[in-house]
């Protein structure tokens, strides 16, 4: 969600500040301040909130702030029924409290005063402010991380840190993200410093995070990250044993006194000395087929050393790393695999003169990565451009798969039969039901031609259950064209479908998209088409390539995750 109704952001810089007034006002509070929307998501966040939380505007708007910040002292999730202000805020009514905990951007605890109010936007949903600040006096340090992070682990602390591990680590399909979870998991509430040596695809180890607590706040050391040696498979050293999926155990700085046996040995060695480190524990992170790396976690300032009783915990810890990384790898080489082939089932446009083209496709967030969504532009025998957009219904593998049969078969049609679009889509509409595996899908299609009489453009289309073509004119007049419309593909009836035609003024700007840049959850489908009629119009001064990819950041709805595509084309200035 990109800010509260009646707000609008428009442009990429500002996507994630807050809006006119709001943010005015909120700046001028000189503390931690944050408005949330009527289901407790950030709609505003002002820089003294975004310095205080250690996360930018960007990974808060839109995101539950209780789910996000609220902790109880030992840095657990606090259940709802147990939060105060979750309570006032579903009373709207006023309350502050002393002494609560919010979790920051680097998984350290905040400790907050806070006072909740209700607040009134320009809009019929209701709104919250929140005003917090950390409760130390002037000069103290304003975060600080629970007591309980430096005493022994009750049997009870282990089971709740290894079930927010299980929730944490599992919740996320990133792999830096998964490290930098692990990473706040552990430090410092179990060591000072956490060590993540990762192997490659290619069987290289590279040194991927070398992390500490300083004040509170996790801080990477960049200079001893990096490649690492290769895993020897004759050292006896405990992080090549890790590495190789042997054992876990328990290593000092003594343990790499001796005559190194491996270029890892020598490295081990630069750590402990540039770190401190006098005691600390290797174990390995094992996928479900291979040992994707090892974890080390290591104590500098803790005068208590790592025991024998601390290698079941960190090995519970690693095994749901294990699961966490590889589920996120799985997912990586999935999406590579499906970014390509959607590139490759995208067409390129062609070059036609005097007109511009410019096209755009961005994926679902789902895992798939691909969609039914695509875009087509072609000339025919005769000279004439084609034009087409549709929407295959599914976002995945098997969509993009019938989409790409539709693709083809449309092309070959139009190519063979100079015939109006209606018919094209007519001979497609019969030959999908019994050849293509598309169960649903819509389309637009349609045939452009140069009218020589006064230099502009024609188009002749049909459209079988699309969103409407959008016209803009050089002078910012945005119209919908909305004849022509048809039933989708796929129903098998033999109603037949029109055609419709339209004069394209020199200078004037066509838009074809898919849903996804108009619908969302929360808003009517009218919405979604006024708002990208404004922002069209707005917009239209701009070079075609500028003009589609702020089309595109401007009109998509933050809450869409679906696919789309967008094409757009531009006919030349009256000469």
Not at 137 to 163: F, H, N, Q
Request: one cysteine or more; aromatic letters at 4%.
């Amino acid at each position: 969600m990109g800010g509260p109704e009646g707000v609008e952001t428009t442009g990429q810089a500002d996507e994630h500040r807050p809006p006119g007034g709001l943010g005015a006002l909120l700046d001028a509070l000189g503390t931690g301040a944050y408005v949330v929307d009527e289901q407790g998501r950030f709609v505003a966040v002002n820089a003294r909130a975004e310095e205080l939380l250690r996360r930018p505007a960007a990974d808060l708007v839109g995101r539950d702030a209780h789910d996000l910040l609220h902790r109880t002292s030992k840095g657990e999730e606090l259940p709802r029924t147990r939060c105060g202000m979750r309570q006032a805020f579903l009373a709207g009514r006023t309350a502050q409290a002393d002494l609560d905990w919010f979790e920051r951007g680097d998984g350290s605890l905040l400790p907050v005063s806070w006072l909740i109010t209700r607040y009134d936007l320009d809009g019929p949903a209701p709104a919250t402010l929140v005003l917090f600040h950390p409760p130390a006096e002037p000069g103290a340090p304003e975060a600080v991380p629970p007591k309980p992070a430096l005493e022994p682990l009750t049997d009870l602390d282990r089971l709740s840190l290894l079930a927010r591990a299980t929730t944490r680590l599992t919740s996320t399909l990133d792999v830096d993200e998964a490290l930098r979870r692990l990473v706040a998991l552990v430090v410092p509430r179990l060591a000072d410093w956490a060590v993540v040596d990762l192997i490659t695809d290619r069987s290289a180890v590279w040194r991927t995070a070398v992390v500490h607590a300083v004040d509170g706040a996790l801080v990477n050391r960049r200079d001893l990250e990096g490649a690492m040696p290769q895993v020897s498979e004759d050292s006896s050293m405990p992080l090549s044993r890790a590495l190789r999926g042997v054992a876990s155990a328990l290593v000092g700085p003594q343990t790499y006194h001796g005559p190194p046996d491996s270029g890892i040995a020598v490295e081990q060695r630069r750590l402990f000395e540039a770190t401190g480190m006098h005691s600390a524990v290797i174990a390995p992170i094992r996928g479900l087929r291979d040992v994707l790396g090892a974890l080390t976690l290591g104590r500098s300032h803790r005068p208590d050393p790592f025991t024998v009783a601390d290698l079941p915990l960190l090995e519970d810890i690693t095994r749901r790393a294990g699961l966490a990384l590889d589920n996120a790898r799985l997912y990586e080489q999935q999406r590579k695999v499906a970014e390509t082939m959607q590139r490759h089932l995208l067409p390129q446009l062609p070059r036609v003169p005097q007109l511009e083209m410019a096209a755009r496709y961005l994926p679902s967030s789902d895992a798939a990565q691909v969609g039914g969504d695509w875009y087509d532009a072609f000339a025919l025998t005769d000279g004439v451009l084609a034009l087409a957009i549709g929407d295959v219904v599914g976002h995945d593998l098997e969509a993009a798969a019938g989409m790409a049969q539709l693709r083809s078969m449309l092309r070959a049609y139009a190519w063979s039969q100079q015939e109006p679009p209606s018919l094209v889509v007519e001979r497609l509409d019969r030959a999908a039901v019994h050849v293509a595996e598309v169960p649903v899908a819509t389309m637009l299609f349609g045939r452009l031609t140069a009218d020589d009489g006064d230099g502009g453009w024609e188009l002749t289309w049909t459209n079988a259950g699309h969103p409407p073509p959008l016209l803009v004119t050089p002078d910012g007049v945005a119209r919908y064209l909305t004849d022509g419309h048809g039933i989708l593909l796929g129903t098998a009836t033999d109603r037949p479908r029109t055609d419709a035609t339209e004069s394209l003024p020199p200078g004037s700007t066509l838009v074809l998209y898919t849903d996804g840049l108009i619908e969302s959850p929360g808003r009517s489908l009218d919405e979604g088409l006024d708002r990208l009629r404004r922002h069209a119009a707005d917009l239209v001064h701009r070079g075609l390539e500028s003009f589609t990819d702020q089309l595109l950041e401007r009109a998509r709805p933050a809450d869409n995750e679906d696919d789309v595509a967008l094409l757009a084309l531009r006919t030349p200035p009256r000469s």
